[in-house]
Protein backbone atom coordinates (compact mmCIF):
# COMPACT_ATOMS: atom_id res chain seq x y z
CA UNK A 1 0.00 0.00 0.00
CA UNK A 2 1.43 3.55 -1.21
CA UNK A 3 1.77 6.70 1.91
CA UNK A 4 -1.25 7.96 0.08
CA UNK A 5 -3.76 5.28 0.47
CA UNK A 6 -2.19 5.15 3.99
CA UNK A 7 -3.57 8.59 4.15
CA UNK A 8 -6.63 8.48 2.26
CA UNK A 9 -7.96 5.46 4.63
CA UNK A 10 -6.51 7.95 7.42
CA UNK A 11 -9.10 11.14 5.89
CA UNK A 12 -11.74 8.93 5.32
CA UNK A 13 -11.96 7.92 9.42
CA UNK A 14 -11.97 11.92 9.79
CA UNK A 15 -14.40 12.59 7.06
CA UNK A 16 -16.87 9.63 8.59
CA UNK A 17 -16.07 11.20 11.73
CA UNK A 18 -17.44 14.73 10.61
CA UNK A 19 -20.37 12.88 9.11
CA UNK A 20 -21.71 11.30 12.08
CA UNK A 21 -21.26 14.48 13.96
CA UNK A 22 -23.60 16.37 11.65
CA UNK A 23 -26.47 13.76 11.92
CA UNK A 24 -29.02 15.41 14.63
CA UNK A 25 -29.97 13.39 16.30
CA UNK A 26 -27.87 10.29 17.18
CA UNK A 27 -28.36 7.19 18.93
CA UNK A 28 -26.83 3.66 19.38
CA UNK A 29 -27.72 2.22 16.34
CA UNK A 30 -26.12 5.09 14.41
CA UNK A 31 -23.12 5.08 16.38
CA UNK A 32 -22.59 1.11 16.46
CA UNK A 33 -22.79 1.54 12.11
CA UNK A 34 -20.33 4.51 12.54
CA UNK A 35 -17.97 2.59 15.12
CA UNK A 36 -17.93 -0.76 12.88
CA UNK A 37 -16.96 1.55 9.68
CA UNK A 38 -14.59 3.15 11.39
CA UNK A 39 -13.09 0.03 13.03
CA UNK A 40 -12.46 -1.79 9.22
CA UNK A 41 -10.95 1.13 8.30
CA UNK A 42 -8.39 1.02 11.46
CA UNK A 43 -8.14 -2.45 10.29
CA UNK A 44 -7.20 -2.23 6.87
CA UNK A 45 -4.65 0.92 8.09
CA UNK A 46 -3.16 -1.28 10.77
CA UNK A 47 -2.68 -4.45 8.75
CA UNK A 48 -0.72 -2.62 5.79
CA UNK A 49 1.53 -0.50 7.96
CA UNK A 50 2.27 -3.56 10.21
CA UNK A 51 3.60 -5.25 7.41
CA UNK A 52 6.18 -2.74 6.65
CA UNK A 53 6.78 -1.44 10.07
CA UNK A 54 7.29 -1.59 14.00
CA UNK A 55 4.84 -2.04 16.34
CA UNK A 56 5.58 1.22 17.83
CA UNK A 57 5.23 3.18 14.60
CA UNK A 58 2.42 1.42 13.95
CA UNK A 59 0.59 2.92 17.10
CA UNK A 60 2.45 5.92 16.37
CA UNK A 61 0.03 5.99 13.48
CA UNK A 62 -3.03 4.52 14.62
CA UNK A 63 -3.62 5.80 18.02
CA UNK A 64 -3.94 9.36 17.08
CA UNK A 65 -7.06 8.86 14.79
CA UNK A 66 -8.56 6.82 17.46
CA UNK A 67 -7.56 9.87 20.22
CA UNK A 68 -9.40 12.08 17.56
CA UNK A 69 -12.79 9.68 16.82
CA UNK A 70 -13.11 9.29 20.74
CA UNK A 71 -12.87 13.11 21.62
CA UNK A 72 -15.00 14.36 18.89
CA UNK A 73 -17.24 11.80 19.70
CA UNK A 74 -17.13 12.47 23.47
CA UNK A 75 -17.81 15.88 22.74
CA UNK A 76 -20.99 15.07 21.18
CA UNK A 77 -22.34 12.55 23.76
CA UNK A 78 -21.68 15.10 26.36
CA UNK A 79 -24.00 17.84 24.34
CA UNK A 80 -26.45 15.27 24.08
CA UNK A 81 -27.06 14.15 27.52
CA UNK A 82 -25.63 10.30 27.02
CA UNK A 83 -28.38 9.88 24.55
CA UNK A 84 -25.89 6.99 23.36
CA UNK A 85 -23.48 5.03 24.66
CA UNK A 86 -19.88 4.79 23.59
CA UNK A 87 -17.14 2.45 24.27
CA UNK A 88 -13.36 4.52 24.00
CA UNK A 89 -11.52 2.83 20.96
CA UNK A 90 -8.55 3.72 22.51
CA UNK A 91 -9.30 1.83 25.37
CA UNK A 92 -10.24 -1.12 22.83
CA UNK A 93 -6.91 -1.21 20.89
CA UNK A 94 -4.30 0.04 23.42
CA UNK A 95 -6.00 -0.39 26.89
CA UNK A 96 -5.46 3.37 27.86
CA UNK A 97 -7.51 5.39 28.19
CA UNK A 98 -5.28 9.00 28.63
CA UNK A 99 -5.35 9.63 24.63
CA UNK A 100 -5.65 13.56 25.40
CA UNK A 101 -2.07 13.07 26.56
CA UNK A 102 -0.59 10.39 25.04
CA UNK A 103 -0.80 11.97 21.70
CA UNK A 104 1.12 14.48 22.68
CA UNK A 105 3.72 12.13 23.95
CA UNK A 106 3.71 10.45 20.89
CA UNK A 107 4.17 13.76 19.34
CA UNK A 108 7.46 14.62 21.67
CA UNK A 109 8.88 11.22 19.91
CA UNK A 110 8.09 11.95 16.41
CA UNK A 111 9.92 15.46 17.11
CA UNK A 112 13.14 14.06 19.27
CA UNK A 113 13.81 11.85 16.06
CA UNK A 114 12.49 12.72 12.40
CA UNK A 115 13.22 9.35 11.13
CA UNK A 116 9.20 8.12 11.48
CA UNK A 117 7.81 7.59 8.46
CA UNK A 118 5.97 10.44 7.11
CA UNK A 119 2.47 9.03 7.46
CA UNK A 120 2.78 9.15 11.00
CA UNK A 121 3.35 13.11 10.83
CA UNK A 122 0.74 13.59 8.02
CA UNK A 123 -1.42 11.90 10.36
CA UNK A 124 -0.58 14.16 13.65
CA UNK A 125 -0.92 16.86 10.89
CA UNK A 126 -4.57 16.22 10.10
CA UNK A 127 -6.03 15.73 13.18
CA UNK A 128 -4.74 18.95 14.75
CA UNK A 129 -6.10 21.02 11.52
CA UNK A 130 -9.56 18.89 12.20
CA UNK A 131 -10.04 20.55 15.70
CA UNK A 132 -8.19 17.51 17.81
CA UNK A 133 -6.95 19.44 21.11
CA UNK A 134 -6.29 16.88 23.89
CA UNK A 135 -5.09 18.19 26.81
CA UNK A 136 -5.10 22.11 25.63
CA UNK A 137 -8.72 21.51 24.76
CA UNK A 138 -9.43 24.41 27.22
CA UNK A 139 -6.94 26.23 26.17
CA UNK A 140 -6.06 26.37 22.26
CA UNK A 141 -4.08 29.08 22.14
CA UNK A 142 -1.81 27.40 24.59
CA UNK A 143 1.79 28.58 23.18
CA UNK A 144 2.63 24.55 23.79
CA UNK A 145 -0.09 23.44 21.37
CA UNK A 146 0.62 26.31 18.88
CA UNK A 147 4.51 25.06 18.89
CA UNK A 148 3.40 21.14 18.11
CA UNK A 149 1.58 22.29 14.91
CA UNK A 150 3.92 24.67 13.63
CA UNK A 151 7.07 22.12 14.50
CA UNK A 152 5.00 19.64 12.12
CA UNK A 153 3.62 21.23 9.70
CA UNK A 154 7.53 22.47 9.29
CA UNK A 155 8.79 18.85 9.22
CA UNK A 156 6.67 17.92 6.36
CA UNK A 157 7.42 21.45 4.52
CA UNK A 158 11.19 19.95 4.69
CA UNK A 159 10.02 16.38 3.74
CA UNK A 160 8.82 17.94 0.36
CA UNK A 161 11.41 20.06 -0.26
CA UNK A 162 14.13 16.61 0.06
CA UNK A 163 11.61 14.76 -2.32
CA UNK A 164 12.29 17.51 -4.84
CA UNK A 165 15.46 17.17 -4.48
CA UNK A 166 15.45 13.07 -5.19
CA UNK A 167 13.66 14.09 -8.01
CA UNK A 168 16.80 16.52 -9.36
CA UNK A 169 19.05 13.92 -8.70
CA UNK A 170 17.58 11.17 -10.52
CA UNK A 171 17.60 13.27 -13.52
CA UNK A 172 20.25 14.26 -15.66
CA UNK A 173 21.16 17.52 -15.52
CA UNK A 174 20.01 20.04 -18.04
CA UNK A 175 21.99 22.35 -20.78
CA UNK A 176 22.50 25.45 -19.24
CA UNK A 177 20.32 26.95 -21.95
CA UNK A 178 17.45 25.05 -19.70
CA UNK A 179 18.65 26.35 -16.26
CA UNK A 180 15.94 28.63 -16.11
CA UNK A 181 12.97 26.37 -17.27
CA UNK A 182 14.46 23.40 -14.51
CA UNK A 183 14.10 25.75 -11.93
CA UNK A 184 10.90 27.09 -12.89
CA UNK A 185 9.33 23.49 -12.99
CA UNK A 186 10.55 22.65 -9.79
CA UNK A 187 8.65 25.80 -8.38
CA UNK A 188 5.87 24.65 -9.58
CA UNK A 189 6.30 20.91 -8.44
CA UNK A 190 7.05 22.21 -4.89
CA UNK A 191 4.22 24.32 -5.20
CA UNK A 192 2.11 21.51 -6.08
CA UNK A 193 2.57 18.96 -3.27
CA UNK A 194 0.90 21.13 -0.65
CA UNK A 195 -1.82 21.70 -2.76
CA UNK A 196 -2.03 18.20 -3.89
CA UNK A 197 -1.87 17.28 0.25
CA UNK A 198 -4.92 19.63 0.73
CA UNK A 199 -6.58 18.57 -2.25
CA UNK A 200 -7.10 15.20 -1.32
CA UNK A 201 -8.43 16.45 2.07
CA UNK A 202 -10.60 18.33 0.35
CA UNK A 203 -12.00 15.63 -1.88
CA UNK A 204 -12.50 13.59 1.33
CA UNK A 205 -14.36 15.26 3.40
CA UNK A 206 -16.53 16.86 0.02
CA UNK A 207 -18.48 13.72 -0.19
Do not use: H
Amino acid sequence: MSELTEIEIALNIIKETDEVLDTKELDNEKIAFFREQVRKNVFFLQEELSEQYSEAVTKYAIFPLLAYVDEKIMFRYEQEGNSFNWNLLQQEYYDRKDGGEYVFDIIDSLLSDTIYPQVCYKIIFFILNSDFSGKYYSNIYDSDFLSYKKQINKIISENNSRSLNIIDATKPSPPSRDIKTASYKKYLIGAAIPIVLFGISVFVFSF
